[in-house]
């Protein structure tokens, strides 16, 4: 009970069992300890060694358990569990191999790791936790779409989908031309695919170009057009006089063709005559599920050591990462030169989410703030249905199920490179990202639960969890980046080149312990020691001269002129040494 | 442009003729006739031939753009002289005072491509026989790349630039030619106040004072001072005390242990130049077995030693290494860029230079292990004794002694391991081209600046200079200036710069060494190469250190290695007799092979030592450790990239970051000068307002210039730039290998949509 003490339950946690037992540590060998299993998480304290290691997983990254060794088996610790996690680690525990001594433990493991596969709730429905800030109201469509100045004369706010009707997996209020009736939409409706027709998701205050996001044309094999769906983009190309409206086919084009197969595929040049399609060979789900999972078993448990370079290449992770980077630089510029473009892959919830995300975080300085980026996931992935529930599995035992992927990963990596690349240009740290994947996966908040909007209202999931920007926004200097110079109506164009891109290690190899964790890069602590030595100088100066009891007053204000200079003020300067 | 094509100006006054210059030199300086324009000459400075309308290729881009202009071969430099008028530089804040952004000091050509329509053939001097390319490419040793069109000049004009610049750059010279004695006859360059400054190790009082700094209790040897022991052997050096006069002697200085460190236990790094075992003869060994008792008697009778032949790359293997590259930065076009860029990974890690690194760093930590854990003695020894050994013994103290990782520190730490140490940097340079020497040139002091930015890049509050500074110091290596760079060793130099004194019988030769770096940059300049991250050591704490240091911490401190053995009488036979047998095998190496052979108990013996560290709070004053994992060892960015404008982020880079550290830091510093101001004059009213006059008009300058991540080396000149979209994306994805296709399948395979 004692050795719990460090670990705080949340309101709501319950603990369900407890059991000695040893932890195979891939950095510091078998560690006998204690493990306590709650509602909500895994948590293990070594009882000898100095310091103690311990762990604290909820069970939502737990993506499989299974029992290892059997009660016949040699070996020393060879019985046991064999936990595999979605945030990049594997854990073994070890037991005694006499009376089935794992079996209740496996048992309680597998039915809360994988509750909505034993009929439970996910412990968002059953947590307690009060916040301060309510995250649910951080993302109002009505106020964002304001805030870009719409709707106007040329674009309009459609309730049509108000009840879930004409799309299932698009949120309610949505942006269309101005001069598409509801009767245009829902014949576009029928030749998107699952009915996710183009719609605005951001407009550029001065040139009026517009990205539209939306699935791929259900043109199949015999290449079916639908005049309709051309008259509706060329509403798009018009509505800002963009000579010809640029298509972003996210996938490669081998890919697009044989879409056809299945009664998909892509614009053609015939059908649609003011508008130029792009592809930008991005790979699918499955592509991506196999890069990680290779990328994993070069960093975890160690790292690879021999040809590290050649490794990680071979995972072509960074690659991938290059591609979606490239193809969000393509549609910022083509929008930055004033030109509309539209962005699909297969069904628009994937890459499409990616590419638009990134785009608008280059493109819109708001998004790069703390309160901007939780609306850019809300609105981007969450509002517009990119299936977290399939592509992360919450609660689901399926572990080889075919619909996970790690693109919202992906995508939060790629924001990370930016943010590498940009130092001073995103108000939020490295710290909040990374707590971002671990509610992914958590389980914790309900932001990140379920496929869509209409799956969300169901389940009445804003009213009965609590949102992650409830903990976010509670606690928001944590997660501000102090070299943060807000520059509004700048567009941030990262470089896509291989020789710019890192592997992400403070993510994907935190587990290391060799891998130097520090609580703060060393370049933001001494700018935080430095600027608390400003403002105690200040402070002093200011006493010195009040004491010296000037007769004018006109002193004080110039002790106080340094103040006025604060890094916001000065945006470059090269006199200084560095 | 192309107006100026026929406008032939004035002749310009003919630079001030030098007696020094060869006759066939004289001859070709005397031709070219027409001239329209020079660079500013530096004093000493001729030009030997020029050609005008040269066009300049515009490097970023595959168009056919660029400006015209003269080129022109002097003894220092080739030169681009652009017929536009020159543009407002914008913050050139970075300039270099001895050559501009479209010179390239003729020490500093690497090769130069000669450009036949679609082909481009490498020149390797002499007289080009067939046509002359109309196009020639200049890859630079400080990685720029320059492209010019020789098709517009007179058909002779361009014969003679470019047969003059081929010969010049690439033609066997003698050591008289370099551009530093005509330059230095020609200043009168005033002698610095050196206390203050760099310690040069060129005097005995130096090295006592550094050894008394180190507490070391080794035998300072002065009897060099003239070369009257050896020319082989530095002027002043120190070696272990038990080594008598004629020790000295002996087969050239090799084989002598010369120290390098004192470690605080009293055990201390010493390096020499390994004797070449002969069977039959027993001599060398009898004399390296005494060299190795007398480093044993300097503490606790332990030592180790390492040949580092043995296991770290030739330095012909790092020339090769680092060739291959290198060409990953000479880049002559984007769509070149963008095809190298699939394979980046890859082909770094092919060429094996960041793994030459790797091995350097981990053998430093192996000897920095012995020292500071096992507290033994470590010789590390190579033939020569003036490369790896350099190398590994810089690093060591690095790692070890804060002192030199402050700017003063690091250069009396070149001075002292490489200058006066005899690293051949003529020969390793090549700077002469002579064909003899070819084999003998090798990148190793880059390689050590290297591991150096390794280590600076893992810790960065723990160096007092920047990022910077060690690029422009990489970059100096290859400015025929200074003498730092220019000798293979102590009585070289001194051979020559009196040889080449104007008055024969006093003082030699003045010329500015490196450190002078007023003769490069301005003080604001200057001010890049301190690092805003270093914040000194507190005052208070070095009294605690020195009072902390009992002597009988020594004895608590017990090696454990197995050289250890009760000074008893008798002992140092054995040890003869087991090192005797060490000898016959030729494998002196006692604890360490390469991490690449077969050693897994001493690498994880390092990786140990490397965790037991890092549990440890990190102080920036104390011992500095690489870590040495796949990700962390690097490419120098700065160094490498910053020419290549596709990869210029734009507003970003580590530089946005540490440009906001460096101005709070001017703002703190300014606040202390007022604080202190006010300490003094508390009684005068008057004060206060005049710094904030200052600070304002800085500010006011800062604000023009947006930095990118090759800042402080290219300052960008338009923001209204269109990004750099990769070309070649495609073909770059070999996903075709995957098992089941999988890049061929549907994203969301068909079925129900499950929502949950």
Known sequence: MELLADCSLLPGEERIIDKDIIY?????????????ITNYRLYFKSADADPAVTLDVPLGAIGRVEKMGGASSRGENSYGLDITCKDMRNLRFALKQEGHSRRDIFDILFKYAFPLSHGLLLFAYLSQEKFEENGWSVYKPMEEF?????????WRVTFINANYELCDTYPTILVVPFKATEEDLRKVCTFRSRGRIPVLSWIHRENQAVICRCSQPLVGMSGKRNKDDERYLDLIREANGTAKLTIYDARPSVNAVANKATGGGYEGDDAYQNAELVFLDIHNIHVMRESLKKLKDIVYPNVEESHWLSSLESTHWLEHIKLVISGAIQVADKISGGNSVVVHCSDGWDRTAQLTSLAMLMLDSHYRTLRGFQVLLEKEWISFGHKFANRIGHGDKNHADQDRSPIFVQFIDCVWQMTKQFPTAFEFNERLLVTILDHLFSCRFGTFLFNCESARDTNELRSKTVSLWSLVNSDLSFYQNPFYTPESNRVLYPVASMRHLELWVTYYIRWNPRIRQQQQSPVEQRYIELLALRDEYLKKLEELQLSDSSPNSSHLSNSSTPNATSPTQHITHLHTPF | MLSSLG???GKSAKPSFVSY????????????????KHPDLLPGEVVFCSASTVLKYTQDDLSQRGVFGALLCTNFRVSFVSDEAPTEETGQLFKNKLYGENDIPLSCVDNIYGGYEDKKKLITGGLVKNKYPSKMIIHCKDLRVFQFSLSFSKEE??????????????????????????YCENTSYPEVQRKKQTVMFDSVEDWIQDMKRTKGNCRVVSEN????LSPKLPQFFIVPSNVSDEDLTKYQGKGLPMWCWSHHSGCALFKTASIPLVQEDNVPQTYMEKMLTA???NHLYSVKTEDLSDTLPAVQDILLSYNKFKQFFLIDNTTEFWMSDMKWFSSLDNCGWLDIIRQCLQKAVEVVECLEKENTNVLIMEEGGSDLCCVVSSLVQLMLDPYYRTLLGFQSLVQKEWVAGGHAFLDRSNHLHLKDKAESQSPVFLLFLECVWQLQQQHGPAFQFSETYLTVLSDSVHVPVFTTFLFNNDSHRDNILRAESPHTQRSPLNCPTVWDWSVQFDCKAQDLFTNPLYSEKPKQDTSVRKSYRPKHLRQLSLPSSAFKTPPKKGFFKDEADNLKKILGVKRLSRWMLSPSSESPQTSSSVREFYEAWQTKPLDYHGLLLPCLDGPSIRVWMQRYLRWIHDVQILGGGPVAMLSKVSEILGEVQELQRQLDRHGCTLTSNHKGARPRAKTASVIAARSSVRLSSSFPFVTSRNWLFKPAIPTSLLQSLMVTGMAGNLADREDDGGGPESLV
Do not use: M, W, Y
């Not at chain 2, 001072?225 to 009257?228: A, Q, Y």
């Open chain 1, 146 to 154: 304001r805030r870009q100045g719409l709707p106007n004369d040329k």
């Open chain 2, 295 to 297: 480093v044993a008697h």
């Open chain 1, 24 to 36: 195979i540590c891939p950095f510091s060998g078998a560690l006998k300890g204690k493990v306590f």
């Open chain 2, 21 to 36: 210059v060869t006759p066939e030199e004289i001859k070709s300086e005397k031709e070219p006739s027409r001239k329209e």
């Open chain 2, 157 to 182: 004009d361009a014969k003679k630039i470019f047969q003059g610049i081929v010969h010049h750059c690439l033609e066997p010279k003698s050591l008289r030619c370099l551009f530093a004695f005509s």
């Open chain 2, 7 to 9: 406008s032939a100006g």
């Open chain 2, 225 to 228: 001072s003239n070369f009257e």
